[in-house]
């Protein structure tokens, strides 16, 4: 019975769509329920503790919808408060993040010099570089934070002139001339990825955690004998903040009609 349980994903906003329709890809019997902290988004410009305590009680929330995990699709709460959430639910059921998926494909390819660009949280935390170097202790990783982009892409600017220069203008960082590939370690990012592969014109392999995480989740979630067997996938879709035009970029994110529902859990 309780493989029927949904798979619970949580961003600080609409990124995290990014995610659940990886995971919708691969695993379309799974029911998904997701939520969007869009009320204190962003959260890559917020300190470690704040995310801390975001993250936590969107946890409990998703707990008690029943939800058999819990993806933290966001780079800057997988980087502040992975450790604090698997601590204080992963008797309860299992915690991922969308860090640990990425640094293993990563070591899988056996590259040397590593580009990485996210927000401020994220670059600040440093998480991506220890685990990489942990792995691969001569391993070069450049991080740039690029707190511009997700503001930018919540406005619906991406694939136009504006978005092209403000990415050029990041992407120009003296250390990024060596890289030989490109991290896209904020989960708002895919909706740039081929703008990001243009700049580079191919010379960078350019990744996101999407797919990857999609398949760690199917991985694991099937050592535990957590799949879904059956079609009867429904899902939901919480933000605790909607306007009129986010409703059109979350549509933009999954790609499919999706419906919201306003639920603040913060009142
Ligand atoms: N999607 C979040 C991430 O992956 C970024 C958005 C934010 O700053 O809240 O870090």
Redesign the pocket.
């Known amino acids: 019975m309780q493989e029927k349980r949904p798979i619970g994903i949580f961003?600080?906003?609409i990124?995290?769509l990014t995610v659940a329709k990886a995971i919708n890809r691969l695993l379309p019997n799974e029911s998904i329920i997701y939520y969007g902290d869009t009320k204190h988004?962003?959260?890559?410009d917020k300190s470690v503790s704040t995310i801390k305590r975001y993250a936590k009680g969107i946890s409990s929330f998703l707990v008690k919808q029943n939800c058999k995990c819990i993806i933290i699709a966001?780079?800057?709460a997988s980087t502040a408060a992975f450790s604090d959430i698997h601590s204080l639910f992963s008797n309860t059921i299992p915690i991922y993040n969308v860090v640990d998926p990425l640094v293993e494909k990563i070591i899988e390819l056996d590259y040397n010099n590593v580009g990485l660009i996210?927000?401020k949280a994220?670059v600040a935390s440093n998480v991506y570089k220890t685990k990489l170097q942990s792995k691969k202790r001569n391993i070069n990783v450049a991080s740039l934070a690029t707190p511009l982009l997700?503001p930018m892409i919540e406005e619906g600017f991406y694939k136009n002139e504006i978005s092209s220069s403000v990415i050029n203008e990041y992407l120009k960082y003296e250390p990024f001339n060596t890289i030989e590939t490109l991290l896209l370690a904020?989960?708002?990012y895919p909706l740039i990825k081929n703008e990001v592969e243009g700049y580079f014109k191919g010379k960078v392999d350019v990744h996101d955690s999407t797919d990857v995480v999609a398949q760690w989740v199917q991985k694991e979630l099937n050592k535990r004998n957590l799949l879904s067997e059956q079609n009867l996938a429904q899902h939901k879709f919480y933000f605790s903040d909607i306007t009129p035009a986010f409703k059109v970029a979350a549509k933009m994110f999954f790609e499919k009609p999706i419906s919201v529902t306003l639920h603040d859990i913060w009142v």
């Open positions: 961003d600080s906003g990124g995290g988004l962003p959260y890559g966001c780079n800057s996210a927000t994220t997700v904020c989960t708002h």
